[in-house]
């Protein structure tokens, strides 16, 4: 066996990295930026995984009867929170859900819905998967092979803008997020009122006094 197909040791592989490390300005500080933004993306990323479990869970079906415990719900989820599926799905899941809720959307809303959810998936795999290119001055991703298939865009090789139109994503889910919630509340409401006759805080209040009766008793 040559020289050349030994396996580098550990060790070998370590001092070669300490030398390099020297040769990159500022390395420590570049390390502790993209800590802090790696952190931020998967926070952001948790928040908005966490509003579609609870969207998808409890939103999707009308007035669902339960014949085993002879209960109506006049809102159901389309999943059990025991049968999350990974984010893409999620992410396909919330799109057929606010079509529903909003089928006077043109295409063009449906196009950007779709591609911007899209968008913000492929971003968050960037943040999560690739590594870091230390050497040039500009922060940027490692585009080339095996990672170029991450890079559905090219502008997202740069870190900044990669994380600039990321937060954007996010701000923008966020907001058809709660418009989609508003509307569901309110058709929550007006099925109430129409099938039951009550208002959903005379329900809930009714329920809150069934139960304190029920631990007094």
């Known amino acids: 066996m040559t020289e050349d197909n030994n396996i580098p040791t550990i060790e070998v592989m370590k001092k070669k990295a300490l030398k390099i490390a020297e040769g990159i300005p500022n390395l420590k500080e570049k390390q502790k930026f993209m800590a802090e933004i790696r952190g931020i993306t998967i926070e952001f990323s948790i928040i ?7 969207l998808i869970s409890a939103t999707g079906k009308e007035m669902i009867f339960d014949h085993p415990n002879k209960e109506l719900y006049l809102i159901k989820g389309i999943r059990t929170k025991k049968d999350m599926p990974k984010f893409r799905t999620k992410s396909r899941d919330m799109i057929k859900l606010i079509e529903e809720t ?9 196009t950007n819905l779709s591609t911007n959810l899209e968008r913000f998936e492929a971003l968050r795999d960037i943040f ?3 590594p870091i290119n230390w050497e040039v001055r500009d922060l940027e ?4 092979i095996p990672y170029k298939h991450f890079f559905k865009d090219q502008t997202w090789k740069n870190v900044l803008y990669a994380h600039k139109e990321f937060v954007g994503l996010f701000q923008w889910i966020i907001d ?5 919630n508003r509307s569901i509340l309110l058709k929550k409401e007006l099925l109430s009122q129409i099938f039951l006759g009550k208002s959903q805080a005379e ?3 009714e329920v809150k006094m069934n139960k304190k009766g029920e631990n007094e008793n």
């Open 48 to 54: 908005i995984e966490m509003c579609f479990n609870n």
């Open 102 to 110: 909003f089928p006077n959307l043109d295409g063009e809303a449906k």
């Open 128 to 130: 999560a998967h690739v």
């Open 141 to 144: 991703f490692i585009s080339d």
């Open 176 to 180: 058809v997020i709660l418009g989609y």
């Open 203 to 205: 329900i809930q209040a």
